[in-house]
């Protein structure tokens, strides 16, 4: 199993930006996916999981801002952020939900 993470950059204050994280090796239409992140000494915090069927569900932090979003036929689910704030600086990972497999991560940087 293999998760891959991609579309991190740097971007202005209320920018936006799209990560993808493509998974191979499982039957990924029939599991949830998430979305995390980790700031520098801080904790990995949950910011989103979108399930098989669809239902998503979001942290308070980003409820609003950012949306998560899967496309089976591609093994790939997404997660488009917008109005970001130099809070949101961060390693952003994707996790097959219910176990232990993670992506390598992808920096996201929010500054003028």
């Known amino acids: 199993v293999q998760l891959v993470e991609s579309g991190g950059g740097l971007v202005q204050p209320g920018g936006s930006l799209t990560l993808s994280c493509t998974v191979s090796?499982?039957?990924?239409?029939?599991?949830?996916m998430g979305w995390y992140r980790q700031a520098p000494g801080k904790q990995r915090d949950l910011l989103a999981i979108?399930?098989?069927?669809?239902?998503?569900d979001y942290a308070d932090s980003v409820k609003g801002r950012f949306t998560i979003s899967r496309d089976n036929a591609k093994n790939t689910v997404y997660l488009q952020m917008n109005s970001l704030k130099p809070e949101d600086t961060a390693v952003y990972y994707c996790?097959?939900?219910?176990?232990?497999?993670w992506g390598q991560g992808t920096q996201v940087t929010v500054s003028s």
């Open positions: 996790r097959l939900e219910g176990s232990s497999r």
């Open positions: 090796g499982i039957i990924f239409r029939i599991y949830s």
């Open positions: 979108i399930t098989s069927s669809g239902s998503t």
